[in-house]
């Protein structure tokens, strides 16, 4: 299956999909092209460090949100891309680009969905003084952080915790998390009936 990711930013959850991928732990997966929308981000320098196709699309340059999309959408499409991964993009999708890869666009978000969708996940479950938070990997559909949810890993708050230490911890998960799927949906092991999704086991 052939996986383009999407990024906006340091590329911490991109470099666990590549290092997933040297270790051959990613199955019928195979990262194909990676794709921003900030030009010097870290996860452009990760892409061109393993040698990854990529390409760079700026949200200002473009017209409107349907120009932008319909960019990426060709981007994407000329890499044969089968299943697309928003790996900290943070740019909200339009129709069109869902509809161009149906079912076949997944998000990795740092709260355990429904709650804490947005930016900065991991700062609003700190301050709301939950005791457990986490990450989600969900499929992506038309609004923020909503879709069927694929998995979780719950993450403990600790009383000592900080905002920056929460972050760190619940990143560490996603990077765990985010391959572990992107396998197990390469492997036909993932369906989805209505909102509930199942992972038959591997
Ligand atoms: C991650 O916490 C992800 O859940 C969120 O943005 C962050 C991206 O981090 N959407 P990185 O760029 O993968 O290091």
């Known amino acids: 299956m052939r996986v383009g990711v999407l990024a906006s930013g340091t590329g911490s959850n991109l470099q666990a999909l590549i290092d997933a991928g040297a270790r051959g732990q990613l199955g019928p997966a195979r990262l194909v092209v990676v794709g921003v929308n900030v030009p010097d981000c870290g996860a452009l320098s990760r892409a061109r460090g393993a040698g990854l196709a990529t390409f760079v699309v700026e949200h200002r340059g473009q017209p409107s949100r349907d120009a932008f999309d319909q960019t990426l959408i060709a981007a994407l499409q000329a890499h044969g891309v089968q299943l697309v991964v928003l790996a900290g993009f943070m740019r909200i ?100 009936a209505g909102r509930r999704v199942r992972i038959a086991p591997g």
């Open 93 to 192: 999708l339009t129709p069109a680009f869902l509809n161009a890869f149906p079912g076949r666009v997944i998000n990795v978000h740092p709260s355990l969905l429904p709650a804490f969708p947005g930016v900065h996940g991991q700062a609003q479950a700190y301050r709301h003084g939950v005791k457990v938070t986490g990450c989600t990997v969900h499929f992506v559909e038309d609004g923020v952080d909503s879709g069927p949810i694929i998995a979780q890993i719950p993450v403990s708050v600790l009383d000592d915790d900080d905002e920056e230490s929460l972050r760190l911890r619940i990143l560490a998960e996603e990077h765990r998390l985010l391959p572990a799927v992107v396998r197990q949906i390469a492997e036909g092991r993932v369906t989805v």
